[in-house]
């Protein structure tokens, strides 16, 4: 068929988690739990750091920028999947597609990066703790955050990019909660093999390199708290498995559903739901909430709204 007679596709039609209605309504107030609890968690964690000078550290500092993006990666296709746990028809306009491709690959993007820097932060604070004040001072921080949003946004514009003027004729059903990059680029009416490749060297070469880098550093922090203090590596131990086990509940499906482009399997929809539901759950509990000085300060925030 000749280029100019085909029709443009203006909206995609989404694939839900499961096609039984009463489960469509069970996910529903499953789902809308879950996500009032990762805002309200996130924000509450972000209040606590900037409420309470105890913690304006760059670790804090750190932590505090990752509740943010966590809310922004559980936001930007999370309240439409619930929405339309209660549509029967659940569709998306093709501008809306490509807003949730640019945001996905912004948040995740800039959420990868800034977990490389909070490994950097705790490498720097437990194997050069005499330099840690001079490294890791306010200017660092800044720079670690801001570079964080900037590759996040540039690695999102170099996807979006070659998608949005792919020619889309049908069919347009994607088979996910969401506009999710691999899925939606193999509905163009083209050939879309060379930008497959092009999406595995970008997307599943960041995810892979970042969760490496983050092993790496992990393992060099252990292995020098293991040469100074037993007692501390027990406690390092502990604490950095809680960590590796969140990274990897992100890095994991990230990597699978971006460095294996070619592949169709109905579990990338699952997968999906655990970077964009369940780890920015998971990120409080574990970087904060069993930090005791982070509980300190909830106690304290919530003793001053109590008293006033």
């Not at 606590?48 to 990666?73: A, G, K, Q, R, W």
């Not at 996910?176 to 939606?184: G, I, M, R």
């Not at 490749?197 to 992990?218: K, N, P, R």
Request: include cysteine; glycine fraction near 4%.
């Amino acid at each position: 068929m000749d280029q100019g007679n085909k029709s443009r596709v203006t909206e995609f039609v989404l694939n839900s988690l499961s096609g039984s209605r009463e489960l469509q309504f069970f996910y529903f107030a499953f789902f809308t739990v879950f996500y009032l609890s990762i805002v309200l968690g996130n924000l509450f964690i972000l209040l606590t750091i900037i409420s309470e000078p105890m913690l304006h550290t760059p670790m804090y500092f750190l932590l505090s920028n990752l509740s943010f993006l966590d809310v922004c990666l559980s936001t930007f296709a999370t309240p439409k999947m619930i929405f339309d746990f209660l549509m029967e028809h659940k569709t998306i306009s093709f501008e809306g597609c490509m807003a949730q491709i640019f945001f996905l690959h912004v948040f995740a993007g800039g959420e990868m990066m800034l977990l490389v820097a909070m490994a950097y932060d705790r490498y720097v604070a437990i194997c050069r703790p005499l330099h840690y004040a001079t490294i890791m001072n306010v200017h660092k921080c800044i720079v670690l955050v801001v570079g964080s949003w900037i590759i996040g946004v540039l690695h999102s514009i170099s996807q979006l990019v070659f998608t949005v003027n792919l020619p889309f004729c049908g069919p347009n059903k994607v088979d996910s909660f969401f506009c999710d990059l691999p899925l939606v680029i193999k509905l163009a009416c083209t050939d879309t093999y060379i930008l497959q490749v092009l999406m595995l060297s970008d997307s599943g070469l960041m995810a892979m390199m970042s969760f490496f880098l983050l092993l790496i550093s992990y393992t060099v922090i252990l292995v020098t708290v293991r040469r100074r203090s037993s007692a501390g590596m027990a406690k390092a131990r502990a604490t950095l498995t809680a960590h590796i086990t969140v990274v990897t509940l992100f890095f994991g499906p990230c990597i699978f559903i971006y460095a294996w482009p070619f592949s169709d399997l109905p579990v990338d929809k699952l997968l999906s739901i655990f970077y964009t539901v369940f780890t920015p759950l998971l990120n409080p509990l574990i970087y904060t909430l069993r930090n005791k000085e982070v509980i300190s300060a909830m106690r304290k925030l919530r003793n001053r709204q109590i008293s006033s």
